[in-house]
């Protein structure tokens, strides 16, 4: 049996009983939706082998091959399985201790994440940064056996409900810019750290402000040397582009599938704009998963190429435009919310929260100014 095959069994005889009603729960903008039972699930998969598939054996994984890494993502979006709580310490700190991490925080961090037993969040963005990462102002200096933290981090997403949370922090006093940056890993729900919900246009909350006001972590809590932090922080942006994202492509199928039939029940697919603009999302969709397999293609022959890129500015704008379009083919209705409780549907949800798709995770100015810097060799 293949891994696709297997996958596909256990997901159907597991997303039963307990788990029946979690399907479709979470993802963007729906974070809010079935925290504990999304929980429940993740330590499922942890339990059953199907989290880290990529990992060595020893920590847990599969050593799963690229292709059954993408296999099992497509199955368990079809399956329309439960946005995965723990998808940040898989997919970014994760890789990032397997590569840069001593073997004594290979084996303290990484069988939690395994088992779905410790979430992280990020700690990147600052209030005066924004998308300007080596603007951090956030600092750390050494106090006997603790790093000590002072600093804010915003965007910082389930912060709320995370145990852990990796920093990026100015340890060299007078450093500026990519120097004098270390990257630290932070407890969460200590003393010395507040986090504070932000409110979005969805009316959920699942980013926060974090306040660090002289809050400790161990001086052995840091990945790499003292300084190093600008490296591993590149390095962790750099497997966030993973084999997920062709499973995320199944889920902006299902998206536009949604789209095209509103249009049909309100008779927009009868405007010969509105029709346009639906075939161009269709066509760009294919385009997307066309690039991702390169991509992917790419990647198991360990020559990245250009188009790893270009993935994130593509797949962002592509879905922001068809939040625009999941408004426009609703019409007049799309405006306003049903009634009591007055919740959003799912197209007016789309529509709001693919606001925040060109900001996150890099934003689109940004992105373009490395695609142009990096891999075209333009002038800065």
């Not at 039963?16 to 939706?33: M, N, Q, S």
């Not at 998308?131 to 790093?147: M, N």
């Not at 990647?299 to 704008?317: D, Q, R, T």
Request: with cysteine; net charge negative.
């Amino acid at each position: 049996m293949s891994l696709r095959e297997e996958a596909r069994a256990w997901l159907e005889e597991n997303l039963t009983g307990e788990f029946a009603h979690a399907r479709g729960l979470g993802g963007p903008g729906r974070e809010h939706e079935g925290h504990d039972v999304r929980l429940a699930w993740e330590r499922r998969l942890g339990e059953a082998g199907w989290t880290c598939l990529g990992w060595p054996e020893e920590y847990g994984g599969r050593d799963a091959s690229l292709a059954d890494q993408v296999a099992f993502h497509e199955e368990y979006a079809r399956a329309a399985a439960p946005a995965r709580v723990g998808h940040i310490g898989e997919g970014l700190i994760g890789p990032t201790i397997l590569d840069h991490g001593t073997d004594e925080q290979k084996r303290r961090f990484l069988p939690p994440i395994q088992r779905g037993e410790e979430l992280w969040c990020q700690g990147y963005s600052e209030p005066d940064a924004g998308s300007d990462l080596a603007g951090v102002r956030t600092r750390a200096h050494l106090d006997g056996g603790d790093w000590v933290i002072t600093g804010q981090k915003v965007w910082t997403s389930l912060a709320h409900v995370a145990d852990w949370c990796f920093v990026l922090a100015r340890t060299e006093p007078g450093s500026t810019r990519h120097r004098g940056l270390s990257y630290l890993l932070v407890p969460m729900g200590r003393p010395g750290i507040e986090v504070r919900p932000i409110r979005q246009l969805t009316g959920t909350s699942e980013f926060n402000e974090v306040f660090f006001d002289g809050a400790r972590t161990a001086a052995a809590n840091i990945l790499g040397a003292p300084g190093d932090g600008w490296r591993i922080a590149m390095a962790t942006l750099g497997y966030e582009r993973g084999a997920s994202t062709l499973g995320q492509q199944i889920g902006f199928r299902r998206e536009f599938a949604e789209v095209v039939a509103t249009a049909r029940r309100t008779g927009a697919a009868d405007d010969p704009v509105l029709r346009d603009r639906l075939v161009r999302s269709w066509l760009e969709l294919e385009i997307m998963r066309l690039n991702a397999l390169r991509t992917m293609t790419s990647l198991s022959a360990g020559e990245p190429g250009p188009e790893v890129s270009i993935g994130k500015l593509y797949w962002s704008e592509w879905h922001r435009r068809l939040g625009e379009l999941a408004q426009a083919v609703q019409g007049r209705a799309g405006l306003v919310a049903d009634g009591p409780p007055y919740e959003l549907n799912d197209l007016q949800r789309l529509y709001l929260f693919s606001r925040a798709d060109t900001i996150y995770a890099g934003s689109s100015e940004i992105q373009r100014n490395i695609i142009a810097e990096r891999t075209l060799g333009l002038p800065k």
